[in-house]
């Protein structure tokens, strides 16, 4: 069912010390949004020109449904919340709790620098005015998504938050209520039945009842994480998330019922999610083989996981050791990364790319995906590397605030008179000296 990469010494014929690009030998989803890019501009114009008329016809087409408007009425989102399993809320009401402490505890405070007399920089942190959430509707309702987006942004002090989920037809072309009901739990009232490319289009650059936003966030299909590349610079975005993944370095003492488990939990997300285990030992790799064997065979979702299993984006890799293992998920930069290995925690410190470590064998990836308090909105597809999941941070903006007092300025005013002079922006020179014109004219009258 799933393949295996042997990056071993024996099979690739290299010393363990001679260098080696692991990325070209690991394994990734085909997810080619360059492809998309035509079709995605064309529908962005046609938001941007036509508005409002342009989704309700994409809704129609893309969706199903024929809307009137998509601005889901009040009375909706309550009644979601007043049909909300009691004990689905009161998960989301403890992984609201959760994400709000460790939120919280990440937000930034400004920093005041003193660098002499009258003379004061501020860092300070300034929320976004308005942000736009995207909630993805497909293969599954991600409840949990609202939370992951929504948390961070009411932290930072975000002042307008929209968000849109796609319209479903069994709804009434409404999102699904789970979703509605998350919006509701947590105070979001301005909600959106607009899926794909055309609700991105519709927060940049605003559309019927939606004014547009300063950042959008949230993870999608090939046709959302195309339509942000493209709006990017007219608006900000979190990051291009393609096709979730997960990596598990692990060693002789894993559980390999535990590592197949959760190696299915990722599979089950969508036919391209990648499913990758690095391990130096060959019979754990045999174990969650069977195991695999064993437990694909009694999900729900059969069909889905085995196509991702089996897929070019999934597989066991084995390696020397776990110091080669350790250079292997660094390469790979995994969206999550569990270490089930001896002394798990020294391993993950260790760690330099990955969007969320998952440490020990009772951290599973979907215990991220709910009530850890840690955020699921991560980098995909190797972007760990160089960016991070989603955070408090992400929905404000840092500003310095310079404050210089004429004493201030007088100690470095030569200095940035003599710079300028060497950039040839005499202008720059004279900005500074005419502030100090008067004390010259004392001087020389003296």
């Known amino acids: 069912m799933i393949t295996r990469t042997d990056l071993r010494s024996a099979a690739t014929g290299r010393a363990p010390e001679e260098p080696f690009d692991y990325r070209t030998a690991l394994p990734r989803a085909d997810f080619d949004v360059e492809a998309a890019v035509p079709a995605t501009h064309r529908i962005l114009a046609d938001v941007q020109e036509r508005g409002i008329e342009a989704i309700l016809e994409m809704s129609a087409k893309f969706d199903g449904v024929t809307l009137d408007d998509v601005r889901v009425p009040a009375e909706a989102i309550q009644r979601a919340l007043d049909e909300l399993d009691p ?21 930034e405070t400004d920093a005041r620098t003193e660098l002499g007399p009258g003379a004061v920089v501020t860092h300070r942190k300034v929320p976004m005015g308005r942000v736009g959430l995207y909630v993805p509707g497909g293969l599954a309702p991600l409840i949990s998504s609202v939370l992951m987006n929504t948390v961070p942004a009411q932290v930072a002090g975000v002042g307008s938050i929209a968000l849109a989920s796609p319209p ?90 535990f590592v197949a488990a959760d190696l299915i939990s990722q599979a089950e997300h969508d036919p391209l999610a990648a499913s990758v ?118 929905f404000t903006k840092s500003v310095h605030v310079i404050t210089y007092d004429r004493t201030g300025l007088a100690e470095v005013a030569d200095h940035v008179t003599t710079m300028a002079e060497a950039e040839d922006l005499p202008g720059h020179a004279q900005a500074v000296r005419v502030r100090f014109a008067a004390d010259a004219g004392s001087e020389n009258q003296g």
Request: with cysteine; glycine share 10%; charged share 20%.
């Open 87 to 107: 004990a689905l809320r009161a998960g989301l009401e403890e992984s609201i709790r959760r994400l709000r402490a460790t939120s919280t505890n990440e937000l």
């Open 168 to 257: 479903q037809k069994e709804f009434g072309g409404l999102p699904h209520p789970s979703i509605l009901a998350a919006c509701a739990l947590l105070g979001v009232e301005e909600v959106y039945a607009v899926g794909g490319a055309q609700a991105i289009g519709m927060f940049a650059y605003g559309a019927g009842p939606c004014a547009p936003v300063d950042l959008i966030t949230g993870p999608g299909n090939i046709w959302v994480v195309t339509a942000k590349r493209l709006v990017k610079g007219s608006v900000g975005i979190d990051s291009e998330a393609g096709p979730t993944e997960i990596a598990i370095l692990a060693d002789e003492t894993a559980d390999p019922a």
């Open 277 to 394: 285990l690095v391990t130096p030992s060959e019979t754990l790799a045999a174990e969650v083989e069977a195991e695999l064997d064993k437990q694909v065979g009694a999900t729900k979702h059969v069909e889905r996981i085995r196509t991702s299993l089996s897929g070019k984006q999934s597989a066991i890799v084995l390696v020397d050791d776990l110091e080669q293992g350790l250079k292997v998920v660094d390469a790979y930069a995994a969206e999550h990364l569990e270490i089930q290995t001896v002394d798990a925690d020294a391993w993950a410190a260790r760690v330099r790319n990955a969007g969320a470590i998952f440490v020990g064998a009772h951290a599973p990836v979907s215990l991220g995906d709910y009530c850890a308090g840690s955020n699921h909105v991560l980098p995909t597809a190797g972007c760990a590397c160089h960016s991070s999941g989603l955070s408090v941070r992400a």
